[in-house]
């Protein structure tokens, strides 16, 4: 498998097939999950991130969904929710969520490249440049959340410490 000289992946093949060949380069621990998805961990500022890339062929829009990893997570009240309601409030682009079976914090955004007939490698690349950020700059609220015991307003708080002025 190869991309054309630009780096697109042309769409007349799967695409994760060539993000997974891609990301092979620069990632150690791939996992081909199915057909559609691919797995990579990538290293982030805060904590090493699970992200899988899922191709929908029929609707023709990657799914980026990347798993917050905090072992220590126990508290599953209706608070959880509130903290991810006011944490999305603040997101550029995509939404957290909960998934209560897993005891999972996770992020998740979606690309439609409908009408394209291609697509960049630099566009994927931003796809989890993007789903790395935003967990990054979110993961200390929810590591206060659950490690500190903290309200979800405390939390927010503490971990989003604005600074003004000069030091």
Not at 28 to 33: A, E, S
Not at 93 to 100: I, Y
Not at 118 to 137: G, L, M, P, W, Y
Request: aromatic share 14%; proline share 2%; net charge neutral.
């Amino acid at each position: 498998m190869s991309f054309d000289n630009q780096n697109k992946i042309i769409r007349q093949n799967n695409p994760i097939d060539y993000i997974e060949e891609y990301f092979s380069r620069f990632f150690d621990n791939i996992l081909r999950d199915s057909e559609d998805k691919v797995t990579i961990n990538a290293k982030g500022l805060w904590n090493t991130y699970k992200i899988s890339i899922i191709w929908s062929e029929q609707k023709k829009i990657f799914e980026i969904c990347t798993y917050l990893d905090n072992s220590r997570k126990t508290r599953t009240n209706n608070s959880v929710y509130l903290l991810i309601s006011k944490v999305n409030e603040k997101t550029g682009l995509g939404h957290f969520n909960f998934n209560p079976k897993l005891n999972t914090i996770f992020f998740n955004h979606k690309a439609s490249v409908k009408g394209q007939d291609s697509i960049t490698i630099e566009q994927v690349e931003h796809f989890v440049d993007i789903a790395v950020q935003e967990c990054d700059r979110f993961f200390p609220v929810f590591y206060v959340f659950f490690n500190k015991k903290k309200s979800p307003k405390n939390a927010i708080e503490i971990a989003m410490l604005e600074t003004s002025g000069e030091a």
